[in-house]
């Protein structure tokens, strides 16, 4: 069973030998990673990133970029709650300790908020889907000669790509630099953003919390398993990397499905997808019939508001904080569990009725209305189709050079993505590492560029 001393370490990635702790100084470790990760290029790129429906347009809505500064900001309320309460009541006699979970926690989970979509490539999930299809739907010799070159995780990684497992990489990676470590963060923040921290293989099963997807490429392996053995994280396999969470995730993963619920929810009647009348109606019913907030003083408010936006931007801000409240509680009733690596549901599932009942409504109606809408299938579609047709042209130039035009098709890739090795894992993994930082209208303007459909211009 994990303890709460030991779930932090101020040790960075790549700089292990040169670990310091300053209690004097104007920044912790934790925030300096949240500085290292908001100047990154990786994170303004996510500006251009589609968090639901289609970018630009004449009413603005969200981001990636947008969407991971908010998670931030509810991640680090969340930790800042659970800090201070761990604090209050464990090792009252240890500064060190005393520090980190009263001052640094919210900083921690807001950093691995921040960074939590930072892998996802361009269109979201059919970017990913558009990935993994490519190498699902090869002729079968071709399947067969790429399986007999891979390693079983290997071949995994690349038949179901995964955004999580991509972030990780993209942090901790160094692509050609000679500096190890890649951005150099502490393993604190790494851990907390592994949301399954299991290899490919043992990934993909549904009905287990911490294998529904994968956490880590085959690359980042040993990286994960530095984190592993730092934190001491539970193994739940005698046969196959596969471990709990740190207990740190159950906050970074609640923070995000807040997040995405109901601004979600707020984006889509903003666009009349949803009329005002149900999207107060449903964000009402949040609301307790008793209580010091109840349903009917909120309705109260929300009726004196003129502005029909600032109806829902009240009461999406009230709702997000009663999520955000009922979520620490959740956590801190669970502790045991959550430090012995038994608890096995995400913590807005675990929520008790009064409130679990008005957000699957709300999940049910988004799933039907939103996540459906003809202008979000779209851009899925062509997200899919754009980034497909990319892999075929750069995945024949990076394994075949002999091919017609792989030369000059890779010229395009940037110099920090070139590979000049034989091992056909990592030619292939240079390419996604091209393709998944792209944004949405760079890949665009590249699919119809070497596709004939546009051509360039000079500048």
Sequence with gaps: MLDWKSLYSPKRLGTEDRVAEDPDSIRNPYQRDYDRLIFSSAFRRLQNKTQVFPLPGSIFVHNRLTHSLEVSSVGRSLGSIIGQRIAAEKHKDDGNFQRFYNYELGSVIAAACLAHDIGNPPFGHSGEAAISAYFKTLPNDELGKLKNQLTENQYSDLLHFEGNANGLRLLTHSFNETALGGMRLTYT?????????????????????????????????????????????????????????????????????????????????????????????????????????????????????????????????????????????????????????????????????????????LKEISIKEIYNYRSVVEIELAGYKILGGLMEEFIPAVLYSDKPNSTKLLQLLPSQFVYSGEDTYLKIQSVLDFISGMTDIYAVDLYRKIKGIALPELK
């Design 189 to 361: 923040t790494l851990v907390s953003m592994v949301k399954y921290p299991c290899e490919s293989n043992a990934g993909h099963q549904k009905h287990i919390l911490n294998r529904k997807k994968y956490g880590y490429f085959e690359t980042e392996k040993d990286t994960f398993s530095k984190l592993a053995k730092e934190f001491n994280l539970v193994s739940i396999s005698d046969t196959q990397m596969a471990y709990a969470r740190h207990p740190f995730v159950y906050l970074v993963e609640a923070a995000d499905d807040i997040c995405y619920q109901i601004i979600d929810w707020e984006d889509a009647y903003r666009l009349k997808i949803i009329s005002l009348e149900k999207a107060i109606t449903v964000l009402l019913a949040f609301f307790p019939a008793e209580g010091a907030f109840t349903r009917e003083r909120a309705s109260e408010i929300v009726g004196k508001i003129n502005d029909s936006n600032q109806k829902i931007a009240f009461l999406r801000a009230t709702v997000i904080n009663f999520l955000l409240e009922k979520c620490a509680d959740v956590f801190w009733t669970n502790q045991d569990a959550i430090l012995s690596g038994s608890y096995s549901k995400s913590l807005t599932d675990d929520l008790d009725a009064e409130i679990l009942i008005p957000l699957n409504t």
